[in-house]
């Protein structure tokens, strides 16, 4: 197996605790696997403003040589906030999106940026309660700038009737748009190609770096793109089973009993 040069982290569910925080044995891994000069870069549905805590914690935050793939890789950013490449929808996408949100009686939020424009409609969406760092503005659809470009959509709400509608999306917005679930009461909404595996292999074009030499980890169904690409693909756990079965590695411990720190300290640490 190549020596791992990146490893590419997703967030709730994987290198988070179920409380939201990075362990301190998660913490100390990666701190031993950046002494080596191992990339470490969080791989997220979130923006930028929501993962600046982390970044701190991991001592990369506005470091222009360090990098954050966000938005499930519609944005391949430094640290520092450059965008170094980036996919978005426009106004249409999103008219199209409520369209059928609305039809199926869900919430919609467009986000661009750090700016989440909550779209008025019968149903309340859930979405500040997972992302308080943002900001939040609620707006009548028709107010919304058509002149603006929007990194995704989300529909959060209650797991259940989003189960149950999630079935009665009309099929050729499959074909038009990335459509997964990123965690129970969270459907998101990219453009087409948008997904982690197109922000890595975007990212190490620009590093250098060979796919091989790439670790991926991660539990939810946006992450089974980036597990199935790299070099060495693991699943966490407790991580859904399509993309276990997609794994090279499953973990033999869950996010909260630090499952990060294993596959970093098995397949990344060099004993001196």
């Known amino acids: 197996m190549a020596d791992i040069k990146l490893i590419a982290l997703d967030l709730d569910g994987t290198l988070l605790t179920s409380d939201k925080q990075i362990s301190e044995g998660n913490l100390a891994a990666l701190k031993a696997a950046q002494k080596q000069g191992v990339k470490v870069v969080l791989t997220t549905g979130r923006p930028l403003k929501a993962m600046e805590f982390f ?136 453009p087409k190609n948008v997904h982690k595996a197109t922000g890595l292999e975007k990212l190490i074009a620009h590093l250098g770096i060979d796919r091989s030499q790439v670790m991926t980890c991660g539990d939810e169904a946006n992450d089974r793109s980036m597990i199935e690409w790299a070099g060495l693909g693991v699943a966490m756990q407790n991580a859904v089973p399509t993309v276990k079965e997609v794994a090279n590695v499953v973990t033999p411990m869950t996010n909260d009993e630090d499952a990060v720190a294993w596959a970093i300290e098995t397949y990344v640490i060099k004993e001196d």
């Open 55 to 190: 970044l701190h914690e991991l001592g990369t935050d506005g470091q222009a040589n360090e990098y954050t793939i966000t938005f499930n890789g519609g944005l391949v950013q430094r640290n520092t906030g450059e965008i170094l490449d980036k996919t978005v929808f426009s106004y249409d996408d999103v008219a199209r999106i409520y369209e059928e949100t609305e039809k199926l009686g869900l919430p919609l939020d467009a986000i661009d940026g750090g700016l989440v424009y909550q779209i008025q409609s019968d149903q309340a969406s859930l979405y500040a309660e997972f992302n308080p760092a943002l900001s939040f503005e609620s707006i009548a659809f028709e107010d919304l700038s058509s002149q603006e470009t929007y990194n995704k959509c989300v529909t959060a709400f209650a797991q259940e009737p989003l189960d149950a509608a999630i079935p009665h999306i009309a099929p050729e917005l499959f074909d038009q748009y990335e459509i997964f679930k990123s965690r129970e009461m969270l459907l998101e909404w990219s």
